[in-house]
């Protein structure tokens, strides 16, 4: 497994030079967004597409 250090220097070598601060700052948070998803997939920390429609619908309704 990389060490977050190893994984930003992957991610910079990946954007492009023209890259500011606000968008790396932007993919390092996607990145970790993912990971955490994954992550709690790994574990079968999920919730069902049908239960997923049957939430954002009852959201969408208010």
Same mark, same amino acid.
């Given at each position: !497994?990389?060490?977050a250090k190893?994984? +930003? =220097?992957?991610? /910079?070598?990946?954007?492009? #030079?023209?890259? %500011?601060? #606000? #968008?790396i700052q932007?993919?390092?948070? +996607?990145?970790?967004?993912?990971?955490?998803?994954? #992550?709690?997939? &790994? =574990?079968?920390? +999920?919730? %069902?597409?049908? &239960?997923?429609?049957? =939430? !954002?619908?009852?959201? /969408?309704?208010?």
């Amino acid at each position: !497994m990389k060490t977050a250090k190893e994984e +930003v =220097r992957d991610l /910079l070598e990946k954007l492009p #030079d023209s890259a %500011s601060l #606000d #968008d790396i700052q932007y993919h390092i948070y +996607v990145c970790q967004k993912i990971q955490k998803g994954l #992550d709690a997939a &790994e =574990r079968g920390e +999920v919730i %069902s597409q049908e &239960e997923a429609e049957r =939430r !954002m619908a009852r959201w /969408l309704e208010k």
